[in-house]
């Protein structure tokens, strides 16, 4: 019989996500040093026919829903085939997609017919100046992909910005204005310490407990809308659609509901965002394993999850970048 994926701690997993590409267009000063450029080569990578066998293992064992980032998943060239054949995957309810946006003016209606459902796009700054001191990107081309995805008709298209005391910590309301304009969901990120960048971008660590009283002052919210499988606690404004979701994996982590894995672009399989425990499946897959064997590899690892992440206690212990995990 196939197994179910249930970690030690009896929680399900049932949510993929799928890094396709370590390389970014942007840098991002909490992600990715500026000037970085040591990306895995493209033999490192995995290639279109492996990651569809391992997602396809994952879909077989309950994963319902895969959410392809990076990197910049857009970078990757064959990104819509790729999602085409993913999406056609028994058993997968929920194809969704992370991206900068720079990228995907050019390629929003090529997504929507390839299966996506959803698009989570990252924004910080409503700022072309500050855009390029955090990111070094173009604000104009991000801000013509969000509209091509809505014009391509995603929705609710959900903007992630994170939060940073001294960086953008004067946006929230033009943020959330700028979201009710234009009928998206925004969600606030607390900056993780992971890297060596991603503890430069804790040095703004901002609680969003005060950034949401901060709100309150000029929005009222309506709490607890919109529980779904993911980590945000949202809110609704009042007399509007706007939903607004926090996600805090500083101040109140959300380890106990943890249903995701994390596959790398190079082929491993991290069970946690902030531990090393892993397992490398690119050679694996490279020599004679059938697909029971796979089942049972995914299925083993998964005795390395951990209970949760110890980014407060042990800051120091994730080394590796962010966008080389699939943030
Ligand atoms: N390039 C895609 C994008 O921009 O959405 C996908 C990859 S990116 C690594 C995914 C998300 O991770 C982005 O929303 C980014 O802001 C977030 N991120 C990266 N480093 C972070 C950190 N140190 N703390 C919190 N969020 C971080």
Request: proline letters at 4%; aromatic letters at 6%.
């Amino acid at each position: 019989m196939t197994p179910q994926l249930i970690d030690p701690f009896g929680r399900k997993i049932e949510y993929l996500r799928l890094s396709v590409t370590d390389k970014c267009n942007l840098r991002c000063f909490y992600c990715l040093p500026k000037g970085y450029n040591d990306f895995n080569p493209t033999s490192q990578q995995l290639t279109q026919d492996e990651i569809v066998r391992v997602v396809s293992a994952f879909t077989e064992m309950g994963v319902r829903r895969v959410r392809l980032t990076g990197g910049e998943p857009l970078v990757r060239k064959d990104l819509i085939e790729l999602s085409t054949r993913l999406s056609r995957l028994p058993g997968l309810e929920d194809l969704s997609l992370s991206t900068n946006a720079s990228l995907l003016a050019q390629h929003a209606r090529g997504l929507k017919q390839s299966g996506i459902t959803r698009i989570n796009v990252s924004l910080d700054t409503l700022k072309p100046e500050r855009f390029r001191n955090i990111n070094g990107g173009e604000l104009s081309d991000t801000l013509e992909g969000l509209m091509a995805a809505k014009a391509a008709g995603f929705a609710p298209l959900k903007i992630n910005m994170v939060a940073m005391k001294g960086i953008n910590d004067d946006e929230f309301n033009d943020m959330v204005n700028f979201c009710l304009e234009h009928d998206f969901t925004l969600r606030f990120i607390e900056t993780m310490p992971i890297s060596a960048a991603g503890r430069k971008g804790s040095e703004h660590y901002l609680d969003l407990h005060d950034v949401e009283k901060q709100l309150q002052k000029s929005f009222e919210f309506i709490p607890g809308v919109m529980p779904g499988g993911g980590p945000a606690r949202y809110v609704q404004v009042k007399g509007s659609n706007l939903r607004i979701g926090f996600i805090t994996p500083i101040s109140q982590h959300f380890c106990e509901t943890c249903n995701r894995v994390r596959l790398t672009a190079s082929g491993t399989l991290f069970l946690c965002l902030g531990h090393e425990h892993m397992i490398e499946l690119r050679e694996t897959l490279r020599q004679d394993l059938n697909d029971m064997e796979l089942k049972t590899l995914l299925n083993n690892a998964l005795a390395l999850k951990p209970e949760r992440h110890n980014f407060t206690d042990r800051s120091q212990q994730v080394v590796r970048f962010m966008s080389k995990i699939g943030g």
